[in-house]
Nanobody
Framework: QVQLMESGGGLVQAGGSLRLSCAAS????????MAWHRQAPGKEREFVAA????????YYADSVKGRFTISRDNAKNTVSLEMNSLKPEDTAVYYC??????????????WGQGTQVTVSS
């Protein structure tokens, strides 16, 4: 079992920045690929960014490429999402997820509870 807990969400103006963090516990963190997904009201959950177990491979959704950066610290069992140049359309609940397989799909096995990000225009 892997427990994931997100933090760092909040309200920010368009063009601003936020940094989300996810703390993992329960299993060897470095065994897992980690990802961030998001779900806006009335929309399906969508992939945002993912990172491989050793931090070498990274994937991003086209909508956030160049603005968001995913990173991980295996010594601290954390994964982060640095979000810059935020847009109102980035407003969503952001979820941290873990899986044995690195992918851009939304079927990750372990999920956190989510943290709200609201970008005002």
């Amino acid at each position: 079992q892997v427990q994931l807990m997100e933090s760092g969400g909040g309200l920010v103006q368009a063009g601003g920045s936020l940094r989300l963090s996810c703390a993992a516990s329960g299993h060897t963190f470095s065994n897992f690929a980690m990802a961030w997904h998001r779900q806006a009201p009335g929309k399906e959950r969508e992939f945002v960014a993912a990172i491989g177990w050793n931090g070498v491979q990274e994937y991003y959704a086209d909508s956030v490429k160049g603005r968001f950066t995913i990173s991980r610290d295996n010594a601290k069992n954390t994964v982060s999402l640095e979000m810059n140049s935020l847009k109102p359309e980035d407003t969503a609940v952001y979820y941290c997820a873990a899986d044995a397989v690195l992918s851009t799909r939304t079927n990750y096995y372990y999920w956190g509870q989510g943290t709200q990000v609201t970008v005002s225009s």
